[in-house]
């Protein structure tokens, strides 16, 4: 089993709906979770941090974290084409601060 | 403010050589992530340093690699005798504790 599973997609949404991106992790021990976007030939990019169960806002983005089932989500709003990247769920074990990542899911927003 | 530095950005290798990365954190950063890339692929764990001590390097091989965050200068990452399985976009991230990690912008490694 994967410590951090992703669905690797593509995930295609119309411009203008909610994208919803899931994750789940094998450490029950998990302190921290987070969200990065990655464009293609780039380096991956933070946008998204939760440490305790519930819902999370900033702009467009909103993250869901449920501890007892070892669930994380994103929820992107009113999606647009400059949305379309590879979105890393990524998750910090009880063991120390080893950063671990899924393996990505890959939104495409279409016009 | 600068973020997290790599250098080079592209390093070219002939097999059998040795390739360096450089990695310095953001100013305030003591915490440092390793990370490869293959293309198409997700970010697989290398290693993760603190000042003079490596905390977790389960993700790196036992041979040819290896890494060193000493008390003054950059993260290194050495990689010995590359092979062209090697070849790969080598990621850096740096954090103040536990909390959030933020990457560089990479290191284009090419054996060739």
């Known amino acids: 089993q994967k410590e951090v599973e992703q669905n690797s997609g593509p995930l295609s949404v119309p411009e203008g709906a909610i994208a919803s991106l899931n994750c789940t992790y094998s450490?029950?021990?998990?302190?921290?979770f987070f969200w990065y976007r990655q464009y293609s030939g780039k380096s991956p990019e933070l946008i998204m941090s939760?440490?305790?169960?519930g819902d999370k806002e900033d702009g467009r983005f909103t993250a869901q974290l449920n501890k007892a089932s070892q669930y994380v989500s994103l929820l992107i709003r009113d999606s647009q084409p400059s949305d379309s990247a590879t979105y890393l769920c990524?998750?910090?074990?009880?063991?120390?601060?080893?950063?671990?990542f899924g393996g990505g899911t890959r939104v495409l927003v279409k016009p | 403010n600068a973020g997290v530095m790599q250098n080079p950005r592209h390093l070219v290798r002939r097999r059998g050589q040795e390739a360096r990365l450089r990695c310095s954190p953001m100013?305030?950063?003591?915490?440092v992530y390793w990370y490869r890339q293959l293309p198409e692929e997700g970010l697989k764990f290398m290693v993760y340093?603190?000042?003079?001590?490596?905390?977790?390097e389960s993700g790196m091989p036992k041979e040819r690699f290896s890494a060193e965050f000493p008390k003054e200068g950059p993260s290194i990452l050495r990689i010995q005798q590359v092979v062209r399985g090697d070849s790969a976009a080598y990621f850096c991230?740096?954090?103040?504790?536990?909390?959030?990690?933020?990457f560089g912008q990479g290191t284009r490694l090419t054996v060739v």
């Open positions: 990524a998750v910090t074990g009880a063991a120390g601060n080893k950063l671990t």
């Open positions: 991230a740096s954090s103040r504790d536990d909390t959030e990690a933020f």
């Open positions: 450490d029950r021990g998990s302190q921290s």
């Open positions: 340093l603190q000042k003079e001590n490596i905390i977790d």
């Open positions: 939760i440490y305790s169960n």
């Open positions: 100013k305030g950063h003591s915490h």
